[in-house]
């Protein structure tokens, strides 16, 4: 030690360099540090003779400015260079170059192990979250084929989209984020904390003291962003609503010039989302630095007040103390951090899990009874059956009875709005009787599952259905796995052989989403081919035939009864050439059966027939 001594005197004393003495700081195994004094430092070491040689005792070293005035331009550099290379040897024990020794011949498996480790737990994390996610997306998806129409359109389609996507991913990233915190903020905090009560109980409440303050910085914040988020979500839904309804019409909405119109009501909802998704960040953005603010200013605290306690001599604390519990306050503070951000994202993550759980809440469609699969014979009876929309004032379906036999071929007639469609979903139970009930071959339809009832009937909705795809694969959904010949003949009789000639990939002809590159007709004569390729005792065409020129209808009828005949057929319309062949006619104004017959006697007695055939025909129905 090159420097000069005072107050020497026995073992234990304080060891004094003075500025401008070159010095040369060991702990008995290496050099701490050597070279000169800068000015204003003054270095003290508890030290302990061994054969006459000063050495240091453990408790670390402090360097304050001379004559107890801190020096804080020379005392940072000094004090972190000092303090971390005397803490390394303290801490493990040997010199830094056996350190560096061991590290040198383990670092390579070290890093292996680091690595194989740290991939083992992002994989294992990865299939936790990819499988929660692929849980709920497959739970909504389930509950949204069961819900009824009613909760369907309560909701929208464009908002089940944004709740099966962005809520759910919103809520799959939330939980991965505090699934790998779980563990780790709880280990940071209250290992922080008891680390630093062993050193020194009084700084540790410093320590402690700077959790409530982020909490209270967390709670305002929490508060402000979970409006925020439900505002910005609501107009996600609008906005993908507003979408919707332009590629859907995109051509009416370029016939009357309305792109301008339709754009600025998206561009209006994009900016109220985007405005409130931004002041949410913002609000999120303010816990870092706050935060920040607060670390430092409770690490400042710390060493004044552990710089104070030294010097005055009013407790044993040493300067590797006071670095230690610098360094818990790091590692609370990471924890406190940790859970402010999950505190901040939980609103977000309400938010969506509301939105998800008014799916999950959704009373859907009644159960019916499970039984065993068997084949209709093709009766049907409703019973005084009546059917009554939510919220409606008026029954679509009032009081209505009809027996119809099996093999029977009838039709159900009326203008607009008389009930028919309505009659056609509750024979499918897709919606369920108010008052009354359906049976079919002489057994209520509620005791019947829904599965078997509409496995036994095959039906043409009034809208129809096309599918991405091919052609094969539209008309092969009526009887999954049929053979080609099978395919050819539906179509045949559907009248699409002549379409289908035209075509040079022929079956596997390509259709866009929704059957766009296909006519209306077409649409109708595909659909019409699906229904007919499945084998059922039961056929309904729900006003299928009203794309088709009247010679087409009449040339695919005359097929069709061929194709079914022996069947039960059920044919809504509002033509009366689709009605006047049928066994028997069922008339329908307003939800009320108003009368039933064959062609000859309606047209002899029933008013709203009459009226019917004269505005088709042209004649005069008496």
């Known amino acids: 030690l090159d420097g000069r001594l005072s107050g020497l005197d026995k073992v234990g004393h304080d060891l004094h360099f003075r500025a401008g003495h070159v010095v040369a700081l060991h702990d008995g195994q290496r050099v701490l540090y050597k070279g000169d004094l800068p000015q204003g430092v003054h270095v003290a070491a508890d030290v302990a003779l061994h054969d006459g040689v000063p050495g240091f005792l453990p408790g670390g070293l402090l360097v304050t400015g001379d004559a107890g005035e801190r020096s804080p331009e020379a005392l940072p550099v000094f004090f972190i260079f000092v303090i971390v290379a005397h803490g390394v040897d303290k801490a493990l024990g040997q010199s830094v170059d056996h350190v560096r020794h061991h590290q040198g011949r383990g670092r390579p498996a070290h890093r292996l192990d680091g690595l194989a480790a740290l991939l083992a737990g992002r994989k294992i994390s990865c299939d936790v979250v990819a499988g929660f ?6 739970d909504v998806f389930s509950l949204v084929n069961n819900m009824t129409f009613e909760e369907f359109n309560a909701i929208g389609a464009a908002a089940l989209l944004s709740r099966s996507t962005y809520d759910i991913g919103t809520v799959s990233w939330v939980a991965s984020m505090i699934s790998g915190s779980l563990i780790t903020i709880p280990v940071l905090f209250f290992g922080g904390v ?9 700084m540790s409440l410093i320590l402690l003291l700077f959790v409530p303050a982020i909490f209270l910085i967390v709670r305002p914040i929490s508060k402000r962003i979970g409006p925020l988020h439900e505002t910005s979500d609501k107009y996600i839904d609008i906005q993908n609503d507003v979408m919707r309804e332009r590629l859907h019409g995109i051509r009416v909405i370029r016939a009357f010039n309305k792109e301008a119109s339709l754009q600025q009501k998206i561009a209006d909802a994009t900016h109220v989302m985007a405005e409130n998704i931004i002041n949410a960040n913002v609000q999120m953005g303010l816990l870092s630095p ?4 607060l670390v430092n200013l409770a690490g400042v605290a710390i060493i004044w ?4 306690r030294m010097e005055t001599g009013s407790h044993a604390i040493s300067g590797g103390d006071i670095f230690a519990i610098i360094q818990y306050l790091a590692l609370v503070a990471n924890g406190v951090l940790m859970g402010g951000f999950a505190m901040v994202m939980l609103p977000h993550a309400k938010v969506a899990a509301d939105r998800i759980g008014e799916i999950f809440h959704a009373a859907g469609m009644q159960e019916t009874a499970k039984g065993a699969e068997h084949t209709f014979r093709g009766e049907i009876a409703l019973d005084h059956v009546t059917f009554r929309y939510e919220g409606a004032s008026e029954a679509a379906v009032q009081n209505v009875s009809m027996h119809i036999l099996p093999g029977q071929k009838i039709a159900v007639i009326g203008g607009t709005g008389s009930g028919k469609s309505t009659l056609v979903q509750l024979l499918l139970s897709f919606r369920l009787p108010t008052e009354g009930q359906i049976l079919f071959d002489g057994v209520s339809a509620s005791q019947i599952d829904r599965g078997v009832i509409r496995k036994n009937i095959s039906c043409v909705l009034q809208k129809t259905a096309v599918y991405s795809g091919t052609i094969r694969h539209n008309i092969e959904m009526g009887r999954p796995g049929a053979e080609e010949t099978d395919i050819l003949e539906a179509a045949d009789i559907a009248q699409l052989t002549p379409f289908l000639n035209s075509l040079p990939e022929h079956l596997e002809h390509p259709l866009q989403q929704s059957g766009k590159n296909l006519s209306g007709g077409q649409k109708q004569r595909l659909c019409i081919a699906r229904a007919i390729l499945k084998d059922a005792p039961i056929y309904v065409f729900d006003d299928s035939f009203s794309a088709l020129d009247f010679l087409t209808e009449a040339n ?14 059920i044919v809504i319309t509002q033509r009366i050439t689709s009605a006047m062949n049928a066994d028997h006619i069922f008339v329908m104004d307003r939800g009320r059966l108003v009368d039933h017959g064959v062609h000859a006697e309606l047209l002899s007695r029933c008013k709203i027939y009459q009226e019917i055939y004269a505005s088709q025909t042209g004649g005069d129905a008496k």
Do not use: P
């Open 133 to 138: 996610n692929a849980d709920l997306r497959t």
């Open 194 to 202: 008891i680390l630093a009560l062993r050193k020194d109980v009084m």
């Open 290 to 293: 706050a935060a920040v603010l």
């Open 305 to 308: 007040l552990g710089g104070w």
């Open 556 to 569: 695919l009828r005359r097929s069709l009864n061929e194709k079914i005949q022996g069947k039960t057929q």
